[in-house]
């Protein structure tokens, strides 16, 4: 019996020492938002995609989402999408640029996903990154595909 406690009370302090420790990383970035026309470059890790980032780089970078009509349109149909979901939330959002947290299913990891739409083009330039964890499993990778997905229909 002592040996089962043992390792219940082991699990449970794993458990319990995984939760504190998302917690304890899943704060904000600081480096977010748009400056100088550019976002925060990709940590070397694989859990960030950018539109950005350069075109050799097969793990970070993907291609810029083409939309027409008008960027007050397509920023604002972005917005209902990731809202409708009900596991993403506005931090900022002026016209041209969308920041938001979308929370991951299971453990509620947060991704932060942010949205250029530079005033020239009619591009959205995209930057979404993982919080917590070295790899994302290709979530950000098919976060963008859905995004463009939706403003082609």
Sequence with gaps: MGMIRWILVS??????????FVDI????PENLGVENGLFASCPN????????ADPTDTIHYVEPIVYRGSM?????????YFLSK??????????GYLYLEKSSDLFGF?????????EADSVIHVRSASRVGYD????????VRQVRELLVN
């Design 45 to 52: 890790s694989p859990n960030c995609v950018s539109t950005q």
């Design 11 to 20: 699990l449970v302090v794993l458990v319990l020492g995984f939760f504190v």
């Design 72 to 80: 007050k349109d397509a920023q604002l149909k972005i917005e209902q």
């Design 136 to 143: 994302d499993l290709g979530v950000n990778t098919t976060r």
């Design 86 to 95: 009900g596991d993403a939330h506005i931090v900022e959002s002026r016209l």
């Design 25 to 28: 990383y899943n704060t904000p």
């Design 110 to 118: 947060i991704d932060d996903v942010e949205f250029y739409f530079p």
